[in-house]
């Protein structure tokens, strides 16, 4: 856990909404919020809007979630109609960024609150240059792998922390029993590139140093980090359920959660799907590393902000709601209500469920990153983000050797993005 400096106080915030609303009593105090997070439509009513008015209880919350699939388009339809909410979740990087550039999103320089993140964390909501953050980072959701560890016990097996001590489990795994050893499918190819690619990858790419190295032009999705990404997830086929090929994220879920499979790739996010469905108990480990005492890397990836429609008549509650959102509070409130998803800022949080515990744990003990597709590299055409899905699936089924999916996205990269020319 990290200790930071405490936000905003609340007596402060309180004393300023007060005299904000004092002097605004002609304008609704009711903000509505945007949002494609649906299912967390009860944790927002019985949870985080309560907490919110014990504060200050002249401020009133609506929350107004959109499905998932229709948000971004339904959001910009309301922007440009004028008829979106006061608060907007933000998508991470390029779909946020366009929103601020179009006018938008407010800019939130000089929010006291934004003290609290780290620049990292920040990085997903920042303009380019650095000079204009547009959204207030909210949570994010850590890679890595989750098992059965019913099956682990059944097999006498330990957690691996090598990728030697990995491929020796899933060997054993596969011969000693019935159980598929690693539970991915490459039909919906996504996972193939966020699960696969994304999850293990940082190890080989150092991270942050990695990352940067692609946007500045130093480094080349050909050099051997990346190749050597790829030929670690080539080894993965044999280990996979059979038909994996066909296998849908939905149908990996079900795989792991009747007790079929006994390490599945995963993203934090799935914590609450195997809460609710599997009857057993589960853990989770961090991507292993090349060889014992290496430095560890795991994706912390930036996944959801909070903004403020430029728009909005209510803009001094919305940036009280906000400063509220970058507390201690907010934090320990959302990550124990959403198991998987966790702050951002820099405070001390106390996790209960044990495996969001064990995920949040390697912050600790690792270095973060995020998803190396996500900051300018996908803007162009070809989307790299896109090639690495594709690139990804084929060399896990076996159609694409490593160095031709280094040579391929490399290529796309090169066709739109001066840095790589």
């Known amino acids: 856990m990290l200790k930071v400096r405490s936000a905003l106080p609340h007596k402060t915030l309180t004393c300023l909404a007060a005299l904000v609303l004092a002097g605004t009593a002609s304008a609704s105090n009711t903000l509505y919020v945007e949002s494609w997070r649906s299912d967390d439509a009860n944790i927002w009513s019985d949870t985080i809007i309560p907490a919110f008015n014990k504060h200050y209880p002249d401020i009133k919350l609506q929350f107004a979630p959109t499905p998932p699939t229709d948000y971004n388009s339904a959001l910009q339809a309301k922007l440009q109609a004028g008829s979106a909410g006061d608060i907007i979740t933000c998508r991470p990087f390029d779909a946020s960024l366009q929103l601020f550039k179009s006018g938008y999103l407010e800019s939130l320089n000089g929010l006291e609150g934004l003290k609290d993140f780290s620049d990292v964390a920040k990085s997903a909501w920042v303009t380019d240059d650095g000079s204009e953050q547009f959204c207030l980072p909210m949570a994010s959701v850590i890679h890595g792998f989750i098992y059965n560890k019913e099956i682990f016990e059944e097999l006498n097996l330990s957690v691996p922390n090598t990728q030697k001590e990995f491929f020796d489990t899933l060997a054993t795994i596969k011969s000693e029993s019935r159980y598929a050893p690693l539970d991915m499918g490459t039909a919906d190819q996504w996972e193939a590139a966020t699960m696969g690619f994304q999850n293990i990858g940082p190890n080989f790419w150092k991270g942050e140093t990695g990352r ?102 209510n ?60 900051q300018i590299l996908s803007r162009g055409t070809p989307n790299l983000e896109n090639q690495l899905w594709n690139v990804s699936a084929q060399v896990i089924n076996g159609t694409m050797a490593p160095e031709e999916a280094a040579s391929e996205t490399q290529k796309g990269l090169e066709q739109w993005y001066a840095p790589q020319q």
């Open 315 to 374: 803009k001094e509650a919305a940036r009280i709601f906000l400063n509220w959102m970058a507390t201690a509070e907010f934090g320990a409130l959302f990550a124990n209500a959403v198991p998987g998803f966790f702050p951002l800022s820099n405070h001390t949080i106390a996790i209960k469920d044990p495996v969001a515990k064990e995920f949040i744990s390697w912050r600790s003990e690792c270095e973060s990153t995020i998803r190396n597709s996500y």
């Open 212 to 313: 940067k190295g692609l946007i500045d032009g130093s480094a080349k999705l050909t050099d051997q980090p990346y190749v050597d990404t790829w030929k670690e997830l080539a080894k993965w086929k044999p280990y996979l359920g059979r038909g994996f090929e066909a296998q849908k994220y939905s149908d990996s879920q079900n795989l792991f959660t009747l007790g079929r499979a006994a390490i599945y790739p995963a993203g934090s996010w799935d914590i609450q799907t195997f809460n609710n469905q599997a009857d057993f108990e589960f853990g989770a480990f961090k991507p292993p590393v090349v060889k014992e005492g290496d430095t560890c890397y795991i994706s912390d990836h930036t996944d959801i902000g909070i903004g403020i429609n430029a728009a909005s008549k």
